[in-house]
């Protein structure tokens, strides 16, 4: 598509739900990222995709957080167990990744405002 | 580590008046540094990517300089809307995965 898609928008859930988040990237675009916002926050690193790779799992803040990304297109961001803390605005990133590509940026999705209650 | 600051934090200005804002890294060796604009609960729209060889970029009423080698960039807004509210993030990409982020401005401009 021509821009990143997240889906939902918005997911008011109850804590100790699963959720699912889905991340569209651009086609073409080899890596994936996904970050968090809390509330006033910076963004904060989770998960990224690069490939064929194995992802960079890192950022994950427990092991309630997974990641998946199939046939190097679409991503889910499932959370599992789903607390309060875990309320925040969740968004996905898309590169070209590696080589020149490192000179073309990321390009964000508008979110998904996941809320835990 | 790179360390990506803005300033100022925030600024308030009345419609109409042009306005630059501020952004500095440590680390010289990037790739690119993108400028985005963030509203309140929303995803970031990217305003201008400048690659580490460029020297300026320009959207519409926006332009965006680099001087690498001093660790600096500057987005300048001309002639300022209220519909430019909003927090301005620039970021530099130093590798695949990392990108840096600086601290913000929150933009605010009075009808």
């Known amino acids: 598509g021509a821009g990143v898609s997240q889906s939902p928008s918005n997911k008011v859930t109850e804590k100790g739900k699963d959720v699912e988040l889905r991340c569209d990237p651009i086609?073409?675009?080899?890596?994936l990222y996904w970050y968090r916002q809390s509330l006033g926050q910076g963004l904060e690193f989770l998960i990224y995709f690069q490939g064929n790779s194995a992802p960079d799992k890192s950022g994950l803040p427990s092991d309630r957080f997974s990641a998946e990304r199939t046939g190097g297109s679409v991503s889910t961001l499932t959370i599992q167990r789903t607390q309060q803390e875990d309320s925040a605005v969740y968004l996905c990133a898309s590169s070209l990744g590696v080589g020149r590509g490192l000179l073309s940026g990321y390009t964000f999705g508008s979110g998904t405002r996941l809320t835990v209650v | 580590k790179q360390e990506v600051t803005q300033i100022p934090a925030a600024l308030s200005v009345p419609e109409g008046e042009n306005l630059v804002l501020n952004c500095s890294f440590t680390?010289?060796?990037?790739?690119?540094l993108q400028w985005f604009r963030q509203d309140p609960g929303k995803g970031l729209t990217s305003l201008l990517l400048i690659q580490s060889s460029q020297r300026e970029q320009t959207s519409g009423r926006l332009n965006a300089s680099l001087d690498k080698s001093s660790g600096r960039s500057t987005l300048y807004i001309a002639a300022s809307q209220p519909g430019d509210s909003a927090t301005y993030l620039c970021?530099?990409?130093?590798?695949?995965?990392?990108?840096?982020f600086g601290t913000g401005t929150r933009l605010t401009v009075i009808p």
């Open positions: 970021a530099v990409q130093t590798g695949a995965n990392n990108l840096f």
């Open positions: 680390d010289s060796a990037i790739y690119n």
């Open positions: 086609s073409g675009h080899t890596a």
